[in-house]
């Protein structure tokens, strides 16, 4: 990383430095970890999409949250935006190598989310019930 400065040095705890609040992997994470990036990332692992095609996709992100989101994850090398010279111009946005291995936990992670959901959501009524009557 920049500098010398390990993400992770992984030596005793899998998530290495990411505990210490200099540890450049911290906006990493934030980038990864986003509603609106997680999403992306998760659209896309089917195959590239046009802008158009992702904002129809992902309901309710607007155009600039869904321009920010894309710049951000090209920057970080999870997609790849690809322009053909035709007019207009035709942009389209794909995982890279290094998204594809991301899109991976993802998928995990929204597979637990749905065998879970509704437990989390009785558990979010049961407090919200309790902390009412208080």
């Known amino acids: 990383m920049r500098g010398g400065s390990p993400v992770s040095t992984g030596a005793q705890d899998p998530m290495g430095d990411l505990f210490n609040s200099e540890c450049p992997g911290r906006v990493i994470l934030e980038h990864i970890t986003s509603r609106w990036a997680t999403l992306i990332l998760a659209a896309l692992r089917c195959g590239p999409l046009r802008f158009f095609e992702l904002r129809e996709k992902i309901g309710g992100i607007s155009e600039k949250m869904l321009s920010q989101n894309l710049r951000t994850l090209v920057r970080d090398g999870l997609i790849s935006r690809t322009v ?51």
């Open 84 to 134: 053909e010279p035709y007019t207009p111009p035709r942009v389209s946005y794909e995982l890279t190598d290094l998204g594809r291995g991301l899109t991976r936990p993802l998928q995990q992670l929204v597979r637990w989310i749905s065998v879970n959901g509704d437990e989390i959501l009785a558990a979010q009524d049961r407090y919200d019930q309790q902390n009412a009557e208080r």
